[in-house]
């Protein structure tokens, strides 16, 4: 039996367990911030009001990884940027906002990660 050597890696599976628990608590800390009820954050989100006060409580993603990107400024400027692009755009039924872009930026800038998804190469 041949052992080979390379691994298929997919950063998106990775990052669903990981990463994006912890964006989205992010997310819903900066929403809480600005005056959003659970029930608004969980509309803005598509999460339902116990899973925004799950991430509310720290219930869901690692805090370590959290407070990273909560002390990375440049981080935490595209997120208000895009928490900004939510608020506006929520309700429409039209703008569905991907946050490919929040999630390539922790992964690449922040986080060091070196693997690719298909939004950093667009």
Not at 21 to 36: D, F, G, H, Q, T
Not at 45 to 58: D, F, H, T
Not at 59 to 84: A, H, I, P, Y
């Amino acid at each position: 039996m041949r052992t080979l050597d390379k691994k298929i890696v997919v950063p998106c599976e990775v990052v669903v367990k990981d990463l994006i628990p912890v964006i989205k608590a992010i997310l819903a800390i900066e929403l809480s911030s600005r005056n959003y009820s659970q029930k608004e954050i969980a509309k803005i989100l598509n999460i339902s009001i116990a899973e925004v006060n799950y991430l509310l409580k720290g219930k869901r993603g690692d805090e370590k990884l959290k407070r990273t990107l909560l002390n990375n400024e440049n981080f935490m400027d595209l997120v208000k940027s895009f928490t900004q692009k939510l608020v506006s755009s929520s309700g429409d039924g039209k703008n569905l906002i991907t946050i490919c872009p929040l999630c390539s930026y922790a992964r690449r800038k922040v986080l060091k990660q070196e693997e690719l998804c298909p939004y950093d190469i667009m």
